[in-house]
T-cell receptor
């Protein structure tokens, strides 16, 4: 079945620097790839998503890239700020119903 | 705004008790999910439902059951609570191949 691997598990960057989180998936039929942010004590919330007919999508300081051939997609955060500190999850669809989740990346922004 | 509401934020139950966790969504979503979240283990799917009275096992269904009698409500049942079911439980709902919206979570402690 589908498997989603996410790296790194922890990422520490200096405030103002960029952060990149990478995910790979195994099912070539997957066509929807969301990224969620979970702040401490809060629920996961969607921050950006991409569908398989698009290679890149941007929303202010956040971007996601998708390489369907290599079956990987990445989250890019530029000019990181303290409020970016959180756990980030990637996911990929396996059917009309299910998302398969990565294990999460704890992003730490150092002042 | 989509709302996914879980009946309790915190619960403390005794070993062997039958426990009901309730989740209600107000956006007419077909899909509903129950996840368990433990430190370092990400989001693990317990059960999901893609229609009223329909249910499918996720990755860790043992010790749990679910009920979906109405489209807006998805209940998770712990038939006989055990200490290893102490965890954060998250409910989510979504349309087909679209953003999942999460409830605020129920932190269950089994003593």
């Amino acid at each position: 079945g589908e498997n989603v691997e996410q790296h790194p598990s922890t990422l520490s960057v200096q405030e103002g620097d960029s952060a990149v989180i990478k995910c790979t998936y195994s099912d070539s039929a997957s066509n929807y790839f969301p990224w969620y942010k979970q702040e401490l004590g809060k629920r996961p919330q969607l921050i950006i998503d991409i569908r398989s007919n698009v290679g890149e999508k941007k929303d202010q300081r956040i971007a996601v890239t998708l390489n369907k051939t290599a079956k990987h997609f990445s989250l890019h955060i530029t000019e990181t700020q303290p409020e970016d500190s959180a756990v980030y999850f990637c996911a990929a669809t396996v059917s009309n119903y299910q998302l398969i989740w990565g294990a999460g990346t704890k992003l730490i922004i150092k002042p | 705004d989509v709302k996914v509401t879980q009946s309790s934020r915190y619960l403390v139950k005794r070993t062997g008790e039958k426990v009901f966790l309730e989740c209600v969504q107000d956006m007419d979503h077909e899909n509903m999910f129950w996840y368990r979240q433990d430190p370092g283990l990400g989001l693990r799917l317990i059960y999901f439902s893609y229609d009223v009275k329909m249910k499918e096992k996720g990755d860790i269904p043992e010790g749990y059951s679910v009920s979906r009698e109405k489209k807006e409500r998805f209940s998770l049942i712990l038939e006989s609570a055990s200490t290893n079911q102490t965890s954060m439980y998250l409910c989510a709902s979504s349309l087909i191949r679209a953003e999942a919206f999460f409830g605020q979570g129920t932190r269950l402690t089994v003593v």
